[in-house]
């Protein structure tokens, strides 16, 4: 069985749960052992809990790209019925970095849209680390065109390091592509509900993170700009990221501060990593409550109100 990836700020509980692990045979040829052994288990669910809140906002960088964090196809099977994938941006190719296609969720049919990592060097290859190319951007646009063709609400899923910054990017008009996701998404006459489940990189994530609600997971971050470019811009070394993520402020209760997103969806014990069916579930509840407020509103509202809520951001007054 693979052994779980340990961030960091982790080891103390992992460490104190693998000596758990070991005293559990002698407890059961032991019962006076039963209740140290409970007050041991308990002091390891305390410790777990202090650490998640005491994270840093580097610590809260290194949970949200955690390896074992659930990806969208992961939420499209547990938080979603009846996924069905669709391909390609009908002008140059499939791109595997963004994934999308029509589900249901809470009855409710819509298009799911969303970033997409993978797990292992093969599963990242085709992936491209989760860096969408123009390819990826335009076929996210050629669903959420389907999707207000027949008056189905859109929902992204956010968690890409940025676009892919490569030469045949470049070539394919990655900036462009981009560019055209931001004018499309703004004027969309459905409802769209964005939440960022991971990294949000730059305008990576804001191709697709335009929407009539914005919600980040707990432990996810959203930035400009990732801590250790910013820590080679602004220090000229990169060992500075830890630094340079307090500058940003880059977390979900950093932006619920500022207004850049509307809420918050509290992850598991442990960080969504810990349990996927438990965060899946959160997920679902959450973007099925924000979609019974937004059915009331009429398509030309839908865009009125997408356009006001971005409008004020940055605002001081």
Known sequence: MKQPHVLPFERPAADLQQRIKT???????????????????????????????????????LVSRHPQRPYTLDYAALAFEDFTELHGDRHFADDGAIVGGLARLSGRNVMLIGTQKGRGTQQNMRRNFGMPRPEGYRKALRLMRLAERFKLPVITLIDTPGAYPGMGAEERGQAEAIAFNLEAMMSLKVPVVCV??????????????????????????????SPEAASAILYREQGRAQQAA??????????????????????????????????????GDAIAGSLDELSKLSGDELVA????RFRKLGRTA
């Open 196 to 225: 960022v489940i991971g990294e949000g990189g730059s305008g990576g994530a804001l191709a697709i993170g335009i929407g009539n609600r914005v919600h980040m997971l707990e432990h996810a971050v959203y930035s400009v700009i």
């Open 23 to 61: 005293l559990e045979p002698m407890v059961a040829s032991h019962p006076e052992l039963a209740e140290p052994f409970e007050r041991l288990q308990e002091a390891h669910q305390e410790l777990e809990d202090r650490l998640i809140e005491d994270l840093t906002r580097w610590d809260k960088v």
């Open 305 to 308: 109100q997408r356009v006001a």
């Open 246 to 283: 307090e500058a940003l402020r880059p977390t979900a209760q950093d932006l619920k501060v500022l207004g850049v997103v509307d809420g918050i969806i509290d992850e598991p014990r442990g960080g969504a990593h810990k349990d996927h069916y438990a965060m899946a579930q959160a997920l």
